[in-house]
T-cell receptor, first 113, second 115 residues
Framework: DQQVKQNSPSLSVQEGRISILNCDYT??????FLWYKKYPAEGPTFLIS?????DKNEDGRFTVFLNKSAKHLSLHIVPSQPGDSAVYFC????????????FGQGTRLTINP | EPEVTQTPSHQVTQMGQEVILRCVPI?????FYWYRQILGQKVEFLVS????????KSEIFDDQFSVERPDGSNFTLKIRSTKLEDSAMYFC?????????????FGSGTQLSVL
């Protein structure tokens, strides 16, 4: 089941620079997309979301971009901070199953001082 | 910020034994969920629960699994006869009203090891 795919298992970025995490999906019925962050020994924490009627949503240092034609979304973190080091999960849902999230494999982001 | 609490943090059991994983969702939340993550794999949806009944479940959630809200605060996941492949991190989550723009709040998880 590869409905949501994060092709980069890891990413290393210099502190202060931009981090870009990517996610692709195959199910055209997905209409709501989310990013979660996970620290070791903790559960996933909601970061930001976007509805399919938008192509961009911004919250402070975090921006999510959605390209429906390419079935691709990305998370931009600017500027990156050491506390951003975590595993980032992309997730998607469709219609009435709004909280039945389909997750990607995750990308481990490391911010280097 | 309010949080979802899960106990125990680690559970070791023998194959074939029954286990109950416990969760205390956030107090004013009405929708409850279980997800799991097998080591090295994705986080997977198991079941959602609202108004004392299952609202949706995945194909993973077979007859060996059951959920219950035995009182006003706890939400439990029971695995009747554990198998080796049930070894995973189990996450409980809750949301206020189940709408798509409502955040899911996850607990820290219970690491289940079936020997």
């Amino acid at each position: 089941d590869q409905q949501v795919k994060q092709n980069s298992p890891s990413l290393s970025v210099q502190e202060g620079r931009i981090s870009i995490l990517n996610c692709d999906y195959t199910n055209s019925m997905f209409d709501y997309f989310l990013w979660y962050k996970k620290y070791p020994a903790e559960g996933p924490t909601f970061l930001i979301s976007i509805s399919s009627i938008k192509d961009k949503n911004e919250d402070g240092r975090f921006t999510v971009f959605l390209n429906k034609s390419a079935k691709h979304l990305s998370l931009h973190i600017v500027p990156s901070q050491p506390g951003d080091s975590a595993v980032y999960f992309c997730a998607a849902s469709e219609g009435q199953g709004a909280q039945k999230l389909v997750f990607g494999q995750g990308t481990r982001l490391t911010i280097n001082p | 910020e309010p949080e979802v609490t899960q106990t125990p943090s680690h559970q070791v059991t023998q194959m074939g034994q029954e286990v109950i994983l416990r969760c205390v969702p956030i107090s004013n939340h009405l929708y409850f969920y279980w997800y799991r993550q097998i080591l090295g794999q994705k986080v997977e949806f198991l079941v959602s629960f609202y108004n004392n009944e299952i609202s949706e479940k995945s194909e993973i959630f077979d007859d060996q699994f059951s959920v219950e809200r035995p009182d006003g605060s706890n939400f439990t996941l029971k695995i009747r006869s554990t198998k080796l492949e049930d070894s995973a991190m189990y996450f409980c989550a809750s949301s206020r009203d189940g709408q798509r723009n409502e955040k899911l709040f996850f607990g820290s998880g219970t690491q289940l090891s079936v020997l």
